[in-house]
């Protein structure tokens, strides 16, 4: 079976570019969360979705962005990049409360 | 927000040694869970450990929860080199209207040949 993928897997941009990155869920799984990882810290929640509604979201300012698609996939964009985000941007899907989440192995966006 | 921390920030040991790392928090929970992360990819899910119960076991490790004191520790026997990766510990608020993980910084785990 396939586990969670995502891509890109790396991402160079420039400050001010806007980008999108993209999440497949384990197949069965309607939950997708995006957790942003800076070096030396553990992940940050961003969002959940949930049959394609939003769930929650964490501390983030309005540019970042998300939805989830009637296949259960999803998006995360984060528009008019600064420096700070640059980061490990990982998705995970679970199957529900009572288990663990799988996580892609993310991707690595660098902001110049 | 960080939800707690780890200790130690960072454990060296020899193959065959156990390994020991803990985690407090700061909330109430619905489940604690532990994650290994290797060279700053993907995290893998270990083990899953809920509110009501207070010990696990899965293969090499062994996970307790104290939910009086907001902590808990991972335990791993017998140690390998490739048990070397960063450990975080996560929890699930509990009576959220979502599952959200909060991490704590993580313990980097060292093991020698």
């Known amino acids: 079976d396939a586990g969670v993928t995502q891509s890109p897997t790396h991402l160079i941009k420039t400050r001010g570019q806007q980008v999108t990155l993209r999440c497949s869920p384990i197949?069965?799984?309607?939950?997708v969360s995006w957790y942003q990882q800076v070096l030396g810290q553990g992940p940050q929640f961003i969002f959940q979705y949930y049959e394609k509604e939003e769930r929650g979201r964490g501390n983030f300012p309005d540019r970042f962005s998300a939805r989830q698609f009637p296949n259960y996939s999803s998006e995360l964009n984060v528009n008019a990049l600064l420096l700070g985000d640059s980061a490990l941007y990982l998705c995970?899907?679970?199957?529900?409360?009572?288990?663990?989440?799988?996580f892609g192995s993310g991707t690595r966006l660098t902001v110049v | 927000s960080q939800q707690g921390e780890e200790d130690p920030q960072a454990l060296s040991i020899q193959e065959g040694e156990n390994a020991t790392m803990n985690c407090s928090y700061k909330t109430s929970i619905n489940n604690l869970q532990w994650y290994r992360q290797n060279s700053g990819r993907g995290l893998v899910h270990l083990i899953l450990?809920?509110?009501?119960?207070r010990e696990k076991h899965s293969g090499r490790l062994r996970v307790t929860l104290d939910t009086s004191k907001k902590s808990s520790s991972l335990l791993i026997t017998a140690s390998r080199a490739a048990d070397t990766a960063s450990y975080f510990c996560?929890?699930?608020?509990?009576?959220?209207?979502?599952?959200?993980?909060?991490f704590g910084k993580g313990t980097l785990l060292t093991v020698n040949p």
């Open positions: 450990i809920r509110s009501n119960e």
């Open positions: 996560a929890t699930v608020e509990s009576g959220g209207s979502n599952y959200k993980l909060t």
């Open positions: 995970a899907s679970s199957a529900g409360l009572s288990y663990g989440y799988t």
């Open positions: 197949s069965g799984h309607k939950s």
